[in-house]
């Protein structure tokens, strides 16, 4: 039953675009498949280790800026710029993330902050960046690789396989002893560092791994949409909704930012084409309103009383233990 479940969700996204088969219904399952990527990459650092960045905007802008700063002065195809925008974010993640890691609770939260807004602002005045305009990839397709399509389908089945990977990697990792020693730091850092794991340095794991994989999905973002400007790329909507996304399916669940994803992102869709401009503002008020929620009615997220129904299942199938003869049952 456990295994039949990752089969049911991939065959249900691969079918997606077979019966959902609009233009517009296509362009929202790839945002969904999109922004699940981003915030399955959150998700390693702020649902397995518990350290709840709100600046992961800087490794979104990271790969997005690689990739069309790598068509705009090496005339590669933004694509191609994407190692560019790893290497960058690990390289930041790796800086920062020694001295923001040693804080925690709201601490280390405000402190991502801090940095992703002077990043941004850094951004926003340097001209080789594009400064506030931003940068902007190739008008018109020049070769197969510049990935520059008319129906979102295309990029529907390169997000599917990408999410794919990305959810692999997170299985693996959940299964493996850095995912014990992180959801150990998660519940008890004090308690882990007494039973001898290294907590500075598996924290610093998560948190380079998880800016490596949010930096592939700003390229594809960069890829698919053909312009990155500071707000787009690396404004602070774009890690709060990472966070409200991992948060809303369950963070720490490796199917979570899928779920949430497929919930909020064509709510947001449908209410941004009928409100249009005026509900750009509604997207401060719907984000707050879902983060009350969650933390008054089901912190676990979505899919916590599922997992709860599972286990629960799970323990009634367990076999009691057979009574010897002449001993009455426990």
């Known amino acids: 039953m456990k295994r039949a479940w990752p089969l049911a969700i991939a065959l249900a996204a691969a079918a997606y675009p ?10 929202i399952g790839a945002l969904v498949l999109l922004y699940a990527i981003s915030a399955s990459a959150w998700n390693i650092v702020g649902g397995y280790a518990g350290q709840v960045s709100v600046g992961h905007a800087v490794f979104f802008g990271c790969g997005a800026y690689g990739a069309l700063a790598s068509y705009t002065y090496l005339g590669l195809p933004p694509i191609l710029g994407l190692p560019f925008g790893v290497l960058a974010s690990v390289a930041v ?17 405000m402190a991502t902050i801090a940095v992703a807004e002077l990043v941004r602002l850094v951004v926003t005045n340097a001209q080789w960046l594009g400064g506030a305009q931003g940068l902007s990839g190739p008008a018109v397709p020049r070769t197969l690789l510049d990935l520059s399509f008319i129906s979102a389908l295309p990029y529907y089945y ?37 039973l001898g794991a290294a907590a500075p340095r598996y924290k610093l794991y998560a948190f380079i791994a998880s800016a490596a994989l949010t930096s592939v999905a700003g390229a ?28 809303l399916g369950g963070a720490g669940v490796l199917f979570g930012p899928l779920v949430g994803a497929a919930i909020l992102v064509p709510l947001e869709e449908v209410s941004n084409s009928l409100l249009g401009g005026e509900g750009r503002g509604l997207t401060y008020v719907v984000y707050g309103a879902i983060i009350m929620a969650i933390a008054r009615f ?29 001993q009455p049952p426990c």
């Open 93 to 109: 993640a790796a800086v920062i993330g020694v001295p923001t890691l040693r804080l925690s609770g709201h601490y280390f939260s």
């Open 158 to 194: 390169l997000f599917l396989a990408v999410l794919a990977g990305v959810l692999a990697l997170t299985w693996w990792m959940e299964n493996s002893r850095i995912g014990y020693y992180l959801r150990a730091i998660r519940d008890s850092e004090r308690a882990a560092r007494s």
């Open 18 to 27: 077979l019966v959902f088969t609009t233009a517009s219904q296509q362009r």
């Open 220 to 247: 594809l973002y960069a890829v698919m949409f053909g312009f990155v400007d500071p707000d787009s790329g690396l404004g602070i909507l774009v890690s709060v909704k990472m966070l409200i996304l991992a948060a």
């Open 298 to 326: 089901q912190p676990g997220g979505i899919l916590a009383p599922a997992l709860r129904l599972m286990r629960w299942g799970k323990a009634l199938q367990k076999p009691k233990p057979a009574v010897e003869p002449g």
